[in-house]
């Protein structure tokens, strides 16, 4: 290919792909944070449901944790479906029904009706992440892809952030008959509602269908996409069942080890509001400003420990190092004071976030690019499992024994032992024939 030709075509190319990035990004991001908003929101209605409806503590935390288990089984059969309709249409309808779902917890009446909803706002959100990442690998570059994926990922510590302000400002409301907590699934429910017609309408289909591109843009998209679509199938990339992925001892210490993580993470997402409610004479809307305290932190140790281990390069240790950060703020958390329990927790924060971050390098340095998908995929489902375990342990010791100390102590020795572990990681692959299957390192 002649120099004159490449450049007039390389610049076509950086230019759409950063037309699509201004396009979706946004929306993606508002998506995203709606539906982090409509997963978490019970965490602040758990008083308000057991004095309105007599949910008690441990039903609270099995219907928190139920969510995970629906999310579970149907993200599988969720993506199938959305390569067949198409990332556009199907994250149209995850919205929708996610939103609709969100919304009936409005009018949930015992515990069976509160188990049913979470189970099935778990089955309408299946799908999303992978979908807007399928919707990535259509329109966007490599090299832009992950540009785009991190911004994306971004947003969860930006929504752990603004889901309390606005959760706990909706509380307030009353008329109609309907308490606060009814008015706040409502609200947020409705919002993703109105957003999947937004979906619907700014999302395109194929790149062709993009008017916002010029005729030498989408041509230089789509030969790009298409390029890199030939040289995944040449290298032999396709399903690998996950009973062969788990023959590799690595690949099921990684699961492990993110199971580890997002079960303090979640544990943390779903009761810290109760946490700080202790702290005593607080309203909803003070409730949820302190509830933003510790995903602020977060955010900002996130960056930092990412810069250190950019120029420091460990990632183990680094991990180790934040585990075991995570571990000292949950043992101190036990304390009977709920304001140094808070601040703990706080301290908590700066660990398990940053290893939630900390963690995806090691097993993406580690997969054979033909399979990596699948084994993320496979890591994904088991640490998102965590998010059921936790709400319900944590519930069954509130209920039984009036504190949830024993579970904070079960988190910290949890992240210990993740900690240890974490130097049993391997991030580069040997080159030998392993689990009865020949290992080769995927080219990046």
Same mark, same amino acid.
């Given at each position: 290919?002649?120099?004159?030709?490449?450049?007039?075509?390389?610049?076509?190319?950086?230019?759409?792909?950063?037309?699509?990035?201004?396009?979706?990004?946004?929306?993606?991001?508002?998506?995203?944070?709606?539906?982090?908003?409509?997963?978490?929101?019970?965490?602040?209605?758990?008083?308000?449901?057991?004095?309105?409806?007599?949910?008690?503590?441990?039903?609270?935390?099995?219907?928190?944790?139920?969510?995970?288990?629906?999310?579970?089984?149907?993200?599988?059969?969720?993506?199938?479906?959305?390569?067949?309709?198409?990332?556009?249409?199907?994250?149209?309808?995850?919205?929708?029904?996610?939103?609709?779902?969100?919304?009936?917890?409005?009018?949930?009446?015992?515990?069976?009706?509160?188990?049913?909803?979470?189970?099935?706002?778990?089955?309408?959100?299946?799908?999303?992440?992978?979908?807007?990442?399928?919707?990535?690998?259509?329109?966007?570059?490599?090299?832009?892809?992950?540009?785009?994926?991190?911004?994306?990922?971004?947003?969860?510590?930006?929504?752990?952030?603004?889901?309390?302000?606005?959760?706990?400002?909706?509380?307030?409301?009353?008329?109609?008959?309907?308490?606060?907590?009814?008015?706040?699934?409502?609200?947020?429910?409705?919002?993703?509602?109105?957003?999947?017609?937004?979906?619907?309408?700014?999302?395109?289909?194929?790149?062709?269908?993009?008017?916002?591109?010029?005729?030498?843009?989408?041509?230089?998209?789509?030969?790009?996409?298409?390029?890199?679509?030939?040289?995944?199938?040449?290298?032999?990339?396709?399903?690998?069942?996950?009973?062969?992925?788990?023959?590799?001892?690595?690949?099921?210490?990684?699961?492990?080890?993110?199971?580890?993580?997002?079960?303090?993470?979640?544990?943390?997402?779903?009761?810290?509001?109760?946490?700080?409610?202790?702290?005593?004479?607080?309203?909803?809307?003070?409730?949820?400003?302190?509830?933003?305290?510790?995903?602020? @932190?977060?955010?900002? /140790?996130?960056?930092?420990? %990412?810069?250190? $281990?950019?120029? *420091?390069?460990?990632? &183990?240790?680094? =991990?180790?190092?934040?585990?075991?950060?995570?571990?000292?703020?949950?043992?101190?958390?036990?304390?009977?004071?709920?304001?140094?329990?808070?601040?703990? @927790?706080?301290?908590? /924060?700066?660990?398990?976030? %940053?290893?939630? $971050?900390?963690? *995806?390098?090691?097993? &993406?340095?580690? =997969?054979?690019?033909?399979?990596?998908?699948?084994?993320?995929?496979?890591?994904?489902?088991?640490?998102?499992?965590?998010?059921?375990?936790?709400?319900?342990?944590?519930?069954?010791?509130?209920?039984?024994?009036?504190?949830? $100390?024993?579970?904070?102590?079960?988190?910290?020795?949890?992240?210990?032992?993740?900690?240890?572990?974490?130097?049993?990681?391997?991030?580069?692959?040997?080159?030998?024939?392993?689990?009865?299957?020949?290992?080769?390192?995927?080219?990046?």
């Amino acid at each position: 290919m002649n120099t004159a030709f490449a450049s007039p075509a390389a610049d076509a190319l950086e230019s759409a792909s950063s037309k699509v990035k201004r396009h979706v990004l946004p929306l993606f991001l508002i998506m995203f944070i709606a539906n982090y908003i409509d997963r978490v929101n019970v965490g602040f209605v758990n008083s308000h449901m057991q004095a309105d409806l007599g949910i008690g503590a441990a039903a609270y935390g099995l219907g928190s944790g139920l969510f995970f288990v629906g999310y579970a089984l149907f993200e599988v059969p969720s993506n199938v479906l959305m390569q067949k309709y198409g990332a556009r249409a199907w994250l149209t309808r995850i919205m929708g029904t996610w939103g609709i779902v969100a919304a009936a917890m409005a009018f949930v009446w015992n515990d069976t009706s509160f188990y049913v909803l979470r189970f099935l706002l778990g089955i309408a959100e299946a799908g999303f992440f992978p979908g807007v990442v399928y919707y990535f690998t259509q329109w966007l570059p490599q090299k832009e892809r992950g540009k785009a994926v991190a911004i994306f990922l971004g947003g969860s510590a930006f929504a752990s952030v603004l889901s309390g302000p606005i959760t706990g400002s909706l509380l307030s409301i009353r008329g109609l008959g309907l308490h606060g907590w009814q008015w706040m699934f409502l609200i947020e429910g409705g919002f993703s509602v109105l957003l999947c017609g937004a979906s619907w309408m700014l999302l395109k289909s194929r790149i062709g269908d993009a008017h916002w591109l010029s005729t030498d843009e989408q041509r230089a998209l789509q030969q790009a996409i298409a390029t890199e679509q030939a040289e995944r199938e040449a290298a032999g990339g396709g399903h690998v069942p996950a009973i062969k992925l788990l023959k590799d001892p690595q690949i099921v210490l990684f699961c492990l080890l993110y199971f580890a993580i997002q079960l303090t993470i979640y544990a943390a997402t779903f009761w810290l509001p109760t946490i700080i409610r202790k702290m005593g004479g607080l309203s909803d809307f003070q409730v949820g400003l302190f509830n933003a305290v510790p995903w602020l @932190i977060a955010m900002v /140790a996130m960056y930092c420990f %990412a810069l250190l $281990s950019a120029r *420091w390069r460990f990632q &183990q240790a680094w =991990l180790a190092t934040a585990l075991v950060i995570a571990a000292c703020g949950l043992f101190a958390s036990t304390t009977g004071n709920a304001v140094l329990s808070f601040v703990a @927790i706080c301290f908590s /924060a700066i660990g398990f976030k %940053a290893a939630a $971050s900390l963690f *995806w390098p090691i097993p &993406q340095g580690y =997969l054979d690019a033909r399979v990596a998908a699948g084994v993320i995929a496979l890591i994904n489902s088991v640490g998102n499992l965590g998010g059921f375990f936790a709400p319900a342990t944590f519930g069954y010791l509130q209920q039984h024994t009036g504190s949830v $100390s024993g579970g904070l102590y079960g988190l910290g020795v949890a992240s210990l032992i993740a900690a240890a572990a974490a130097f049993l990681t391997r991030n580069r692959r040997p080159d030998h024939t392993q689990g009865g299957h020949a290992v080769q390192r995927g080219a990046h």
